[in-house]
């Protein structure tokens, strides 16, 4: 069967009067990667926000208003993973505000990094001479298991090697205040700016959001969220000793499914790594 058969084809099961420019990949004699399909939306990546945001305040506040740190002191403790120098790392992990605390002297930071971010991957375009579309979210697991390893240490106390922050989400453990602050610092961002999309995902034990208030308090946390500018958000809501169980016994739960990155899927299919990942998350759940 040819090309203009299989087209024909295609055509003949399209609602009656669509109209379809024809000249695709095969007209033009280009895959898509060189400027063949018609409508071809590109995206860049962008993840770990909060790994942004929290080392340029701790900068801001330690070196530049308290001056309580130099520059050279604190890039000497990241050059040596804080070693011998435990209690600078805390300074930094407990003296200074963090992404997702409703804290606008580390929110505002976020909005405008990501906000650069933004600018700066408009200024380049695709090979069919379309603007390439900001995205923040990971895609892959190579945010946990790749990147972070090579990454240095961090003025926010982030040790070298430790897993970086995936999507828009605040850095595991830093969102002290409770879910509802964790949104509305997420909900600050720019999400005009963000065409390619995002992803933001909450993790909620059973227990926070039993019977009808507990319902009722999560739907609050989620129309606060898009009232504030939001523009998307994933529930997980689930407990360690329910996955735990899980890993165990996987006959039992076929149809768990869990948000990581971008996607959703079964427990059960995920390798022992991602599973490790998503456990970890419970233990800073709300």
């Known amino acids: ?10 055509m003949s099961l399209a609602p009656e009067g669509t109209a379809v420019e024809q000249k695709g990949d095969v007209e033009k004699g280009k895959d ?32 530049f208003e308290d001056k309580s740190l130099s520059l050279d002191e604190l890039r000497e403790a990241l050059r040596t993973d804080f070693d011998d120098n435990e209690s600078l790392r805390q300074r930094l992990l407990n ?6 605390n409703d ?3 580390v929110d505002i930071i976020a909005r405008e990094e990501a906000e650069f971010y933004c ?20 895609a892959t697991t190579q945010a946990i298991y790749e990147f ?7 003025a ?12 828009v989400d605040p850095a595991r453990g830093t969102d002290l205040k409770g879910i509802t602050a964790s949104v509305k610092s997420v909900a600050k961002l720019n999400y005009l700016e963000t065409p390619g999309g995002v992803s933001h995902i909450i993790d909620v034990h059973p227990s926070a959001v039993a019977g009808p208030e507990g319902t009722e308090k999560l739907a609050s946390v989620i129309k606060t969220y898009f009232q504030q500018g939001g523009m998307e958000i994933g529930v997980n809501i689930f407990g360690e000793e329910e996955l735990r169980d899980a890993q165990k016994h ?25 599973q490790e990942y998503v456990i970890m998350r419970t233990k800073h759940s709300s």
């Open 103 to 105: 804290d606008d002297y």
């Open 119 to 138: 600018r700066e991957v408009g200024n380049y375009r695709t090979v069919e001479g379309e603007p390439f579309h900001p995205l923040i979210f990971s």
């Open 156 to 167: 926010d106390g982030r040790r070298a090697g430790d897993h970086l922050t995936i999507n």
């Open 32 to 63: 898509i990667t060189n400027g063949g399909a018609i409508y071809n939306r590109a995206g860049v990546n962008l993840f770990g926000i909060s790994n942004i945001a929290n080392p340029l305040a701790a900068i801001k506040k330690l070196v």
């Open 95 to 100: 003296m200074v505000p963090k992404y997702g």
């Open 250 to 274: 996987p006959e039992k739960y076929r149809n768990l499914c869990v948000r990581v990155f971008g996607f959703s899927t079964q427990f059960i299919n995920l390798s022992p790594e991602l």
């Open 148 to 154: 972070g390893p090579k990454t240095g240490a961090s």
């Open 1 to 10: 069967m040819d090309d203009q058969t299989i087209f024909d084809h295609l």
